[in-house]
Nanobody
């Protein structure tokens, strides 16, 4: 059974940095896609960053230049390096895992598996 385990959340002051990790286990995909989403209280879940096994990446406009997604293909692991964090970045961050055919990376329906989420709090 595919399981996603996230780590690295926490509390940081404005301008600080955090790195999130997501490890995937027991999958059978030859090619895959991984993404980070976030959801703040009262808001919809939104795509933050995306990476495909072949290295293709995408970012939400709001995080371009500050966040970097990377991966380790040996055991699918996605990292999200978050720099220059802002208070509006406060949310629960979720890792998502799907096959290599993801087309609309910011669409939650594209992903088959989700992690339980990790909280990121940015204080001013």
């Amino acid at each position: 059974q595919v399981q996603l385990v996230e780590s690295g959340g926490g509390s940081v002051r404005t301008g600080g940095s955090l790195t999130l990790s997501c490890v995937v286990s027991e999958h059978t995909y030859r090619s895959w896609s991984m993404a980070w989403f976030r959801q703040a209280p009262g808001k919809e879940r939104e795509g933050v960053a995306f990476i495909r096994k072949d290295g293709d990446t995408n970012y939400a406009d709001s995080v371009k230049g500050r966040f970097t997604i990377s991966q380790n293909n040996a055991k699918p692991t996605a990292y999200l390096q978050m720099n220059s964090l802002k208070p509006e970045g406060t949310a629960t961050y979720y890792c998502a895992f799907g096959d290599g055919g993801v087309e609309k990376w910011g669409d939650t329906d594209e992903y088959h598996y989700w992690g339980p989420g990790t909280q990121v709090t940015v204080t001013s």
